[in-house]
């Protein structure tokens, strides 16, 4: 009996083996397959070239910030301070008081044509469509409406301003938890803006304003919003 019985115990192992080693291969090859998908050949667009996610300079391309906030000096916008209290959003430029626009100047090099600004406005926790408006040189380009809660996150408004020699787009990413008070309708949410500013200014303004909501909603404590990543590259001839 027991002779009988181990073939059929050894078969099905080998068989097991098999599937196991299958599922192995399939696995990889899937792996192979998104890397390959995920590292395209060098598109160049308004906003300049990226290779697998990661901005690539090239050779009429300079590096004027690289602001992540984990070191360095503090930026030298008109406000605001840096935090590094969350886990979940790293170092970041806390707007305070949360009512209170912020204002920089950047020096870009000499012979500029164009300055590429990438930047995260991050709303923190309680938000009720209440919007930051992001302005280059003066002059208004975008507002966006902010709200982690459930019956308002569909009302999100994203309003641009057609400015002359400005190209933007942005990104909604979120609501998500990422820290200060943890609970419903306390959610942070990212904005990533990347703009293309035809520019032969020696210096750029940027500023970050909050408004009221549109609807003209009752406000109550002004929201907690935050700055982080901002890039700039200045494109010379
Ligand atoms: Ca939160």
Redesign the pocket.
């Known amino acids: 009996m027991g002779v009988s019985v181990r073939p059929r115990y050894l078969l099905r192992v080998v068989k097991l083996d098999w599937l196991l080693v299958t599922v192995g291969l399939m696995a990889l090859a899937l792996l192979v397959a998104s890397l390959i998908r995920s590292a395209p050949a060098y598109p160049v667009t308004a906003f300049g070239t990226k290779i697998g996610g990661l901005r690539a300079l090239g050779a009429t391309e300079r590096l004027v910030l690289f602001e992540d906030l984990s070191t360095g000096p503090a930026p030298d916008w008109s406000g605001g301070k840096r935090d590094d209290t969350q886990v979940g959003l790293g170092a970041i430029w806390l707007a305070t008081p949360g009512d209170a626009p912020m204002t920089r100047r950047i020096a870009l090099p000499p012979q500029t044509q164009r300055s590429i600004v990438t930047m995260d406005l991050i709303a923190?926790?309680a938000w009720a469509l209440e919007r930051l408006e992001l302005s280059v040189n003066g002059a208004p380009v975008l507002r966006q409406s902010f709200s982690s809660q459930p019956d308002l996150i569909a009302a999100q408004h994203r309003e641009v301003l057609a400015q002359d020699g400005i190209t933007l787009r942005s990104r909604l990413t979120g609501p998500q938890?990422?820290?200060?008070?943890?609970g419903p309708g306390?959610?942070?949410t990212r904005l990533s803006v990347e703009m293309a500013i035809t520019t032969t200014a020696p210096e750029l303004q940027l500023s970050i304003t909050p408004l009221p909501a549109a609807a003209g909603m009752a406000d109550g404590e002004p929201p907690r919003w935050a700055i982080d990543n901002l890039v700039v590259i200045a494109v010379t001839p």
């Open positions: 923190i926790d938890e990422l820290g200060f008070a943890a306390l959610l942070e």
